[in-house]
């Protein structure tokens, strides 16, 4: 099942965000967003669509500190 951008991020649970933002603030994670690293965080089976919705919006332009900013929110 392929999930877009939005749904990959909403569907991780509050504590997986708050890591996944610290990881990205403090640079443990960042661009190119690899499913291994991300795994360690948010689980085998959400790692590929997060690493795709992470590079999605990398590539339209949104930094590492704004990532991790709005994903906190």
Same mark, same amino acid.
């Given at each position: 099942?392929?999930? /877009?951008?939005?749904?990959?991020?909403?569907?991780? /649970?509050?504590?997986?965000? !708050?890591?996944?933002?610290?990881?990205? !603030?403090?640079? /443990?994670?960042? %661009? =190119?967003?690899?499913?291994?690293?991300? $795994? /360690?965080?948010?689980? $085998?089976?959400?790692?590929? =669509?997060?690493?795709?919705?992470?590079? $999605?919006?990398?590539?339209?332009?949104?930094? $590492?500190?704004?990532?991790? %900013?709005?994903?906190?929110?």
């Amino acid at each position: 099942m392929k999930l /877009r951008d939005g749904e990959a991020l909403a569907q991780l /649970r509050e504590n997986d965000l !708050r890591s996944l933002a610290g990881a990205i !603030r403090t640079g /443990r994670i960042c %661009f =190119p967003y690899s499913v291994s690293s991300l $795994s /360690r965080i948010v689980g $085998s089976q959400m790692a590929g =669509p997060v690493a795709a919705a992470l590079q $999605s919006l990398t590539n339209q332009g949104c930094g $590492s500190d704004a990532l991790a %900013f709005c994903i906190e929110m």
